[in-house]
């Protein structure tokens, strides 16, 4: 479990510029995941740990959905999401956002089995749900709430409150990004309703729901499926029905992991990594120009521009095929040299 | 006006190009003796040469401005686009480099770039889309052999330009008012020292130098209305050597300030590949064949070719008197080359008369039913020559039909199939519209698209002094002309599409990476981003397939395939043909040549299969 600094929910404090800096902060948390699971992902080589890739992949998409519904709720209370500065980007190894820094350090590293354990799976596990607090109580008691479920209970609260004071869905619709992903057709956030429903896919989406580790699409939360990785197997229904038994085990297919089908990749990289000059570098170079381009193609689309979408699905498919080169491009030593995902607005 | 004036700026740094090299061969084109071997790096035809992964990307790499001109004097220190760079897209992916066709690859074209000048920190001044324009004047700039000894040159123009606070550049603000009116920049860029070593950390990289200036409304896009320098070939090269050891250049006159303005960028010899300028002894710009001398040109200080882009203003340090003016009017501008011991060391110079024509676009996709309207200019000593007439010609001379595997598909043929008005004239400004209307090739080369062909526009007036004098070889217009293109109906992947898919999967690898295009289920799991790709205009960078060769009665088959999936939800499958017609295909029986070797590299290679040498042996 990823705990959240105090500091991160006084934004919180029942003001419209309040609430729109909290999401904010959740659209940085949700793309600060992505750059160590694609780290991970494209260190896969071609054809090995295919079931393993696909989990990943699948996650990556969903917090990239994330990230696309907090920018909607943000625009739909006329917000303005900004992706496009250079301390949108965290530096690796560091924690999250708004993380605890002595709990969860999160570095760019090549995939192994630990590092689903320590690192993703503490980013996406959910809090006991025997100790789940409510949020107003905690609030009332002083103490800080603290996990991503909880800062999002917090939004939904304030995005309650405020509304019963007057309507606070009054940014453009236009704004919205109703294309790309299924659920973005489906929940178009437009009142209190609709942003509700968008915060609950993604912390069901992340970490299912009180009572069961399934999203509303069915498929395990991410948690369960990092589990899956780490365990090997696939989470199904107990088949055992007997009272006090689980409701579901890691007792289904095997999901094969095999080391040596992953580029020894550098971990913790940054450009300094590279020596001036080098292949490595130049390459990273161009990565991270593409990155920022990336960013730059999202923060249009995400104010005012939606048909920014093509040109940005062009730049996070140039990024996959430039990371899959330089992971299989070796460096100086024996290990491979990976995307340094820092921002870098020429390609110098 | 265009960049070849008083007001420019010229800048120096990198430009990367990474084409795939397995469609170098039009022998790879043919799915049927298609081998793995061709997807692996490794020397010559049998295997995919130097960068079979290659991507098509082409990206603009730490360019700096370099030089900055106003007025017939460097503009002050203080101007801070002193420290400005020039840079690609900051917002979409990188521009691609695509040939017209295997068997016409020395058009390379650039598509889909942005060009931006900005602050080092990213901030931008202007941002602006560059028009697609191919290479041209290829020549052996260095010596040696391969790609990395060639020099050639891209010009364009600049439009949609958006610009960004400008306040503190007094010469950006000249160039904004001065491009009002066209609402257009003009762009030259010269290209050698390309690195074709995989393991080079500049693999697939050069330099590139260039200058940017205003475009006036009306003038061609893609070359400078002047006065040109021509040469001829000697012959023994890669892709041309200029005998007298200067290539074609253009220059300007500008009568008011009293000024030529040549652009020697893509003109002059290195002493190696990517370095600097080979000297070559005293190098004079007169008229007259060199009997006035106007100037000499001080191209051996260290930097010049940065610092200028090769861009001289002549004379230096004085204005043309009335005289220069009025014998450069009517007589032609000569470059000589003068060694240590007083010796000719080289020349070029205009023709007779100061004829010369050419079309400004000079590479065309038509599908048949077509027509191409292609603007030729026509100038006598840089003046519009008003009533020119200009006969156009069938002429595949430059083109590449030829495979060390065998036999290629013969180019230029049925020649029924394009058409265009054997002469044209003139209007008064000296532009003549030559109209090409392209009709169904009927399949000529059965495994690659369409045809290619070559016209080649010429001054009826210069026809009397023969090829000798005032003949560029690459001035012509290069076609592709695509078959019509009737799928099956419902379409289906074994009924049309799968050796579409098959080919794109054969010569572009780097596809693998994203889905196998060679596979129906992998397509099909890939559907709604091929829609996407296969929907964009050919500008986008994005626009799939990235070879811009797809005919557009294939990619409307193709989109509606995608977009009108059959019951099952998926595009439609329909039933692979059956094992017997397969067999019953006869399979051309490779022929073994003595391969060219890697250290050709792909357009060097390409070059040597140039018709003109089949004819000359």
Known sequence: MIRLKAGLFADLDGTPEGLRRALQNAIELEHATIPPYLYALYSIKPGANLEVAGVIASIVMQEMLHMALDCNILNAIDGKPRLDYPEFVPKYPGPLPGGVESELIVPLAPLAKQLVKDVFMVIEEPEDPLHFPVIKDLLAAGKPPQTIGQFYAGIIEQLKEQSAKGNIFTGDPRRQLTTGFRPLQAIHVHDLDSAIAAIDLIVEQGEGTKTSPLDPEHQPAHYYRFAEIYYGKKLIPNPEIKPGAPEYVYGGHTIEFDPAGVWPVVTNPNRDTYPRGSMARNLNDTFNYTYTSLLKSMELLFNGQPDRLGPAIGLMESMKEQALTMMSTTMATEQTAGPTFEYQPVNP | ?617
Request: with cysteine; glycine share 10%; proline share 9%.
């Open chain 2, 1 to 617: 006006m265009s960049y070849l004036n008083s007001l420019r700026f010229n800048f120096t740094g990198q430009f990367q190009a990474a084409p795939s090299t397995v469609n170098n061969d039009p022998l790879h084109f043919d799915n049927r003796t298609f081998k793995p071997s061709y997807q692996q790096p490794g020397a010559g035809a049998q295997n995919g040469w130097w960068n079979p992964t290659g991507d098509a990307v082409w990206r603009l790499i730490g360019c700096k401005v370099s030089g900055v001109w106003m007025g017939n004097a460097p503009a002050p220190v203080s101007d801070p686009i002193h420290g400005y760079l020039v840079a690609d897209s900051d917002r979409s992916v990188s521009a691609k480099l695509v040939d017209l066709d295997p068997e016409q690859q020395s058009v390379s074209e650039i598509w889909g770039m942005q060009v931006r000048i900005c602050t080092p920190d990213g901030t931008n001044l202007m941002r602006s889309r560059y028009a697609t324009a191919p290479f041209n004047d290829i020549w052996d700039r260095a010596p040696g052999g391969g790609d990395l000894i060639a020099g050639a040159a891209y010009q364009s123009v600049l439009d949609d330009i958006e610009w960004g606070d400008i306040g503190n550049s007094p010469f950006l603000q000249a160039l904004r008012a001065a491009s009002a009116e066209s609402r257009k920049l003009s762009i030259k860029f010269n290209v050698d020292g390309y690195d074709m070593t995989p393991t080079s950390p500049n693999f697939t990289r050069g330099r590139i130098i260039g200058s940017i200036g205003p475009s006036a409304a009306g003038e061609p896009n893609h070359f400078v209305i002047g006065r040109h320098f021509t040469t001829t070939d000697r012959g023994g090269g890669n892709f041309f050597v200029p005998s007298g050891n200067i290539n074609f250049c253009p220059a300007v006159v500008d009568a008011g300030a009293g000024k030529i303005y040549l652009d020697l960028g893509n003109a002059l010899p290195t002493t190696v590949s990517g370095g600097p300028i080979k000297p070559l002894g005293t190098l004079t710009l007169g008229y007259m064949s060199g009997a006035a001398a106007i100037d000499s040109i001080d191209y051996q200080t260290p930097d010049w070719y940065e610092s200028t882009a090769g861009v001289v203003e002549a004379p230096a340090g004085r204005k043309l008197t009335a005289d220069e003016l009025k014998g450069i009017a009517s007589n032609p501008l000569t470059l000589t080359l003068t060694d240590a011991q007083g010796n000719n060391a080289g020349s070029a110079g205009e023709p007779q008369d100061g004829l010369y024509a050419r079309a400004d676009q000079f590479v065309y996709r038509l599908s048949p039913g077509d027509e191409a309207e292609v603007r030729v200019f026509a100038t006598t000593f840089g003046q519009p020559y008003a009533g020119a007439r200009v006969v156009s010609i069938f002429d595949a001379s430059q083109l590449q039909p030829q495979s060390p595997l065998g036999p290629a598909p013969a180019v230029a043929t049925p020649e029924s199939a394009v058409e265009f008005p054997a002469r044209i004239v003139a209007d008064g400004h000296g532009l003549a519209r030559l109209a090409i209307r392209a009709s169904d090739p009927g399949n000529p080369r059965h495994y690659i698209d369409g045809q290619v062909y070559g016209v080649r526009p010429i001054l009826e007036a210069s026809l009397a002094y023969g090829t000798g004098d005032s003949y560029n070889p690459w001035d012509f217009v290069s076609l592709l002309v695509f078959n019509t293109f009737q799928p099956d109906e419902p379409i289906t992947w074994f009924g049309s599409l799968q050796p579409i898919f098959q080919q794109y999967a054969n010569l572009y690898p780097v596809m693998k990476k994203f889905l196998d295009m060679a596979d129906y289920d992998s397509v099909c799991a890939n559907a709604k981003l091929l829609q996407l790709a296969f929907g964009l205009v050919l500008e986008d960078p994005n626009s799939m397939p990235i070879t811009r060769d797809l005919s557009p009665a294939k990619r409307k088959a193709i989109l509606r395939w995608l977009n009108e999936p059959g019951e099952d939800g998926k595009p439609r499958k329909g039933t692979p043909p059956p094992e017997a017609a397969l067999a019953a295909t006869p399979e051309p029986a490779p022929v073994e040549r003595p391969d060219d070797g890697p250290v050709r590299g792909g357009k060097a290679s390409a070059m040597s299969r140039r018709l003109m040498f089949q004819r000359r042996r």
